[in-house]
Each structure stands twice: as structure tokens, then as C-alpha cells.
């Protein structure tokens, strides 16, 4: 199991454009992938409703987990995701 | 003979009239019974199931090619996703395995996920709406009845409806729909977005509006924010009359708004789209007397920058160049939620809570970052003021005009919405330049009425003797004092409202010529007697009535 904590710098959270961007991310790979909230169980990361409902903001860390192959690259394009502070349009 | 019955009220969005029959959305899908069963083969049931969700997700990617924007392509993409969610499915097939019929399933897989979105802060309980337009179209494909939308049509209509979602718009033909009226819904809707983009009249926030009957004839009046069943044909020309559309008025400026005998009351445009200004010059105002910022900022991720900011504030000015452009700071929260600017703790009561500019005190970079903006769209064009929306008290305006002036605005004002801001205009009136009252928050607050609400709009009446008192203590407290709200709009309130020492009048472009031609048929003695009346009267049915009589004297 490889875990990984990220600081959420998107100044919407893990809401619109930002969550359906790391969802369809997460889906595209293999293996379960999850994300939890400090304090509170972890849900899986490619259900939209799921992320939406952790509801986390801007400046909040959530731990991100994946097992197996390939799951180092996931957790970090993923963490690129969620890095990324703006993302309006152009 | 039974008297006929009053006209339906609403707040009215997009300026105009429209008389056409009504449609309403086809397809209100109905919820599954609960302890509705299946036959039990649960495996041909749950693949139903799940081959409704995939087909409404195909449905919601198509339309997203044809959305009118970025936003609402996003949003509709994001509706997909949910389609396709996986724990959903999860949700769906565990439902069905106990022995639960698909569509009923499929209705309480969503509950569980909708409760914890409506449970959120106010953006994602904004997603609720979205979420249960999925499921409507899921559930509605499961039980073979038509999914929920607009319906279709070769002859101009009236579109009535509860709310319309961004799916429902994308496919909507603006040369069929002459108007909209909406049960829910504000200023800011989805629906008072589009139409104001599309340049239909539109009412929303009407009680009941969904059980108008198809094919009834309304005449729906955007400035009024009414909707007349079975109008009279001289009902209809009237309104076509007074709606005077660009190409009826006349391309010399008309002359400087004012009453009979020479006191100037200039007569400016409310803008809230950039669209909008040229409606504003075509029907003869001399400057903007709020222009509403939110445009730039809504449905968008993050802060526009500097740029962008100061070129939509820049094409205001030079529409007006010899006029005042009163632009007023964002105003965001209660129904005008913005992404990047979450209220700091869920809010009950969002009217009440963190909006304009308490929001900003919260976010004074993106104060600084408009003002600088507008300090470079300013540089050269002298006709620039600036106001801050939601003031308290004197405290709140001292620092807005500190902000203002260290950005190098030397003429800051502010709104009066708030009965406090309008009880000590007086305090108020020492730190800023001026004040414009917005008639349809101060209605609000006042009469503790949520705007919102359809069910409370005999109390957004601007005709109220309170509000008119306080609009008298903002106007008498020393600096110069606008009106902007929809008060404004109607001739014979206008009239009043210079009579209780309104020093400008803003409204909706297309209410300009009535309002200049009521006003120059009047003396200001003439307009204070009609105040008087009115602040003398006890309703405001009353008030404006002892109005109208001061005023029928008239010539």
C-alpha cells in the first residue's frame, strides 16, 4: 500500500473542475484507489459523488492510498492534481 | 361578475414583455413508489438499471458539444460523471439485490448521495439540483416516460418551469421562447442568466407558476416582474408600447432627465452583462448607475486578473463618456455563492450572513485587486465612482473608502440595503461621496422577507411606507443619494422617490423612456406632495394610490 499526504491548493477545493479532473484520473486506473479526509474514513477515489461529499477546501490534506503496480505514478499524478492552484479558464 | 384575478408576481430579471402560450417542461418524472419490487431476477434487473444510468451519461456528454459555454459544458460533463459513478452503481445493484425494482433503486441510490451534498456548504448544495437532474433522467428512462426537458416546438411559447438546469438550456431555442417564468430561482439563476444573455423577458421566484395549465395565454412582464393570465389584447399592446425596443427609439440622445421645472435627475442603466450597455444608450441613459460586477466572476474557478478586470470596467466608461458609471465591488454570497469565496462556516441563513462586502473585509486581496483595476480602468476617464455593496455602519464604509482612496479612487460610495445603514446614513454620510439605495435588499431586510421567496412577495413591495421612510433618512443625510433598485423602474415611484430627495434614478434600460417622460411631466413641489401622500398612507397599496391621485393632477 503506498500512501501519500497532499495539501489541496485549488482555491475552489476538491470541487468542480478540480474533483471531476483527479475522478476521471483515478478511474482510469486499475487498481482501488482512495482518499480520506483527516479524521475520517477513506472513499474511493474514482466516485465523483464520493469526493464531492468529503467536501474539502482550499489548505485542507487528505491522504491519498493506492496498492500495486504502477500505484507511485498514480499517487503522484494525482498529487499534481490537487497541487495545482488555479484552475480557472484561460 | 367575479373580478378578474390580479397578475401573478415575481422579481422580475430580463427586462421586456412577452405574451405567448405556456409550455411547461415535458416530463416531471414522478418518484418510484417505495417497496416497489421486481420479479425477481435481480441480475437483468440491476443491467437495466445501470444501461439507464450509461445512456442519461452519453445523453449529458452529447449535450456538453453543444453548451453554450465553458461552464456549462463543465457542469454538464460533471452530471455525466455522476451517471457513471461507480459507488452509485454500487448502491443501485445492492438495492436490487434485496429485491428492490429498478427505478426505485436507482431513486434511493441517489438519496443517500444527495443528502450529503445538500448537507455541504452552499456550492455543493448548488450540485443537488444538478445531481437530481441526473437522477430524473435515469429514472425517467427506466419507466419509458419522456426525459424531463424542453419541450419542442414551432410556435413561440412561454417557458414555464420549476428551475431549468444547464442541460435544459443547452438545447433551448431562443427563437421560439418569448419569455420564461420560473418557480425558484433569483437574480443570479441559471435561468435569469440565460434569458438576460438571450435578451428574453423573464420572471422568477413565482409561487405556483408550475401549475399554470399548458396552452394558457400569459402576458409575462420582465420589468414588472408580473404574469397576467389571459391578458387583454389592449393589455398586450400596452406592454409592447411601453416596451419601445431599441429600434423604436429614437437615435437622438433624449434630453437630461428632470422634473417640469428644471431639477436634474439623471436617469441611469443598471448593467449586469457587458451586453447590456448598448440597450442602456439605446433607450437614452445618461450613465450606469450600477454596474454589476458578479458577471466577471461567476461560474469561473479563481480571480479574473487585472487585465480582464480593468478592460470590462474600461468599455463601461467609454460607453459612456460624458456620464457617471457607478460600478459597485463583488457582491457574492447568500444567492450569489462564488467558488473561490466560501462562506468561513456553513451558513442557515445566507441573507444574513457573509455577502458583499463583509465577504471582502474576509478577502481584502480581492478588494485591492478590483480596485486596482478599476484605478487603471479610471486613469483618464473622469466619470468613474465606485460603491461597496452590503454596509452596515459607518466603520464598514470608513474602510471601504480608505480601501478606495489608497487605490487612488478618490470618490467611494456606498449602498444602503441595510435598515441600520439607512437608520444612521447621517454617520455613514461622513465617510463617503455618496449612496445608492438598493430598494430590493433594503425591501428584504426590512420587512425580514427572503427574496427568495415567492410565497412573501407582497412584502419585496417597494412601495411600502417603511421603506419609503427609509429611503427619505438616506436621501436627507448630506451626500448625494441614487436610487437603484427596481423602485426606480416604475414612473409613478419614480416620481415619489425625487420627492423624498432622490438625487438619481438606475434602473433596467428598457424602463428609461417611461420613467423620463412621467418625471418631465411633473414640478419637484408636484413629487414632494406625491412623498408626502405616500409616506402618509399605512399599506403600500394605499401609498400608491395617494401617489397616483397627487400625481393625476398633474399639467
Avoid at chain 2, 452530471?79 to 457513471?84: K, P, S, T, W
Avoid at chain 2, 474602510?399 to 447621517?426: K, N, Q, S
Avoid at chain 2, 425580514?448 to 436627507?476: C, E, M, N, T, Y
Avoid at chain 2, 420613467?515 to 406625491?530: F, K, P, S, Y
Wanted: with cysteine; aromatic share 2%; proline share 8%.
Amino acid at each position: 500500500m503506498t500512501e501519500r499526504r497532499v495539501k489541496i491548493m485549488s482555491r475552489v477545493g476538491l470541487h468542480a473542475r478540480p474533483a471531476a479532473l483527479f475522478v476521471q484520473t483515478a478511474a482510469k486506473a486499475p487498481m482501488d484507489v482512495t482518499v480520506a479526509l483527516d479524521g475520517r474514513d477513506p472513499v474511493n477515489a474514482k466516485s465523483i459523488l464520493a469526493v464531492l461529499g468529503l467536501d474539502a477546501h482550499h489548505g485542507e490534506e487528505v491522504t491519498l492510498a493506492a496498492a500495486g503496480d504502477g500505484a507511485e505514478e498514480l499517487l503522484t499524478t494525482l498529487e499534481g492534481i490537487l497541487s495545482q492552484e488555479e484552475h480557472g479558464r484561460a | 361578475m367575479p373580478e378578474p384575478p390580479g397578475p401573478l408576481r415575481g422579481t422580475g430579471v430580463s427586462a421586456g414583455s412577452g405574451c405567448g402560450p405556456v409550455r411547461r417542461m415535458v416530463g416531471t418524472v414522478p418518484e418510484p413508489p417505495a417497496g416497489a419490487r421486481h420479479e425477481g431476477d435481480a441480475a437483468a434487473e440491476a443491467a437495466a438499471a445501470l444501461a439507464a444510468l450509461e445512456r442519461v451519461a452519453a445523453s449529458l456528454e452529447d449535450l456538453a458539444g453543444h453548451a453554450p459555454d465553458d461552464a456549462g459544458r463543465d457542469v454538464l460533463r460533471a452530471q455525466a460523471l455522476m451517471a457513471r459513478d461507480p459507488e452509485l452503481a454500487a448502491g443501485v445493484r445492492a438495492r436490487v439485490a434485496v429485491g428492490i425494482a429498478a427505478p426505485r433503486a436507482v431513486f434511493e441510490a441517489f438519496a443517500a448521495h444527495r443528502e450529503a451534498l445538500a448537507a455541504a456548504d452552499a456550492y455543493l448544495a448548488a450540485r443537488v439540483v444538478d445531481l437530481d437532474d441526473v437522477r430524473d433522467r435515469a429514472v425517467a428512462s427506466l419507466l419509458g416516460v419522456p426525459v424531463p426537458g424542453v419541450p419542442a416546438s414551432d410556435e413561440p411559447f412561454v417557458l414555464v418551469a420549476r428551475d431549468l438546469a444547464p442541460a435544459d438550456t443547452a438545447l433551448l431555442d431562443p427563437a421560439t421562447v418569448v419569455a420564461f417564468v420560473t418557480e425558484n430561482g433569483g437574480p443570479t439563476s441559471h435561468t435569469a442568466i440565460l434569458a438576460r444573455a438571450l435578451g428574453v423577458p423573464a420572471v422568477v421566484a413565482v409561487p405556483d407558476a408550475t401549475a399554470l395549465a399548458d396552452g394558457l395565454l400569459v402576458l409575462v412582464d420582465g420589468t414588472a416582474g408580473t404574469v397576467h393570465v389571459a391578458p387583454s389584447p389592449s393589455d398586450v399592446l400596452a406592454a409592447r408600447f411601453r416596451d419601445r425596443t431599441p429600434s423604436h427609439v429614437s437615435a437622438a440622445p433624449a434630453g437630461p432627465g428632470g422634473t417640469r421645472d428644471g431639477r436634474r435627475v439623471p436617469l441611469l442603466a443598471n448593467i449586469t452583462v457587458p451586453g447590456d450597455l448598448a440597450a442602456a444608450r439605446a433607450h437614452g441613459a445618461e450613465g450606469v448607475g450600477l454596474y454589476r460586477t458578479e458577471f466577471l466572476f461567476l461560474d469561473r474557478a479563481d480571480v479574473p486578473g487585472l487585465d480582464e478586470q480593468a478592460a470590462a470596467y474600461a468599455e463601461a466608461l467609454d460607453a459612456f463618456p460624458g456620464g457617471d458609471v457607478v460600478v459597485r465591488v463583488l457582491d457574492a454570497g447568500a444567492d450569489k455563492p462564488l467558488p473561490f469565496l466560501p462562506p468561513s462556516a456553513p451558513e442557515a441563513n445566507p441573507a444574513l450572513g457573509e455577502r458583499g462586502l463583509r465577504m471582502l473585509r474576509r478577502h481584502p486581496e480581492i478588494l485591492a485587486g478590483q480596485l486596482a483595476a478599476l484605478a487603471e480602468a479610471g486613469a483618464g476617464r473622469p466619470g468613474l465612482r465606485v460603491m461597496a455593496p452590503m454596509v452596515t455602519g459607518a466603520d464598514e464604509s470608513a474602510a471601504f473608502a480608505a480601501a478606495c482612496r489608497d487605490a487612488g479612487l478618490d470618490r467611494p460610495g456606498v449602498m444602503i440595503e441595510v435598515p441600520a445603514a439607512a437608520l444612521r446614513a447621517r454617520d455613514l454620510a461622513r465617510t463617503v461621496e455618496f449612496f445608492s439605495v438598493g430598494t430590493n435588499d433594503l425591501a428584504q431586510y426590512a420587512c425580514a422577507a427572503d427574496r427568495q421567496s415567492g410565497a412573501l412577495s407582497r412584502l419585496h413591495d417597494p412601495w411600502q411606507p417603511a421603506l419609503l421612510d427609509l429611503v427619505a433618512l438616506a436621501a436627507g443625510a448630506g451626500v448625494p443619494c441614487g436610487v437603484c433598485g427596481e423602485g426606480a423602474a416604475d414612473p409613478i415611484l419614480a416620481c415619489v422617490l425625487v420627492g423624498l430627495g432622490v438625487a438619481s434614478l438606475s434602473m433596467a434600460p428598457t424602463a428609461i423612456p417611461a420613467v423620463r417622460e412621467e418625471l418631465a411631466g411633473h414640478t419637484l413641489d408636484r413629487c414632494r406632495a406625491a412623498a408626502a401622500a405616500a409616506r402618509a398612507s399605512r399599506t403600500a397599496a394605499t401609498a400608491r394610490a395617494a401617489a397616483r391621485a397627487v400625481l393625476a393632477r398633474r399639467r
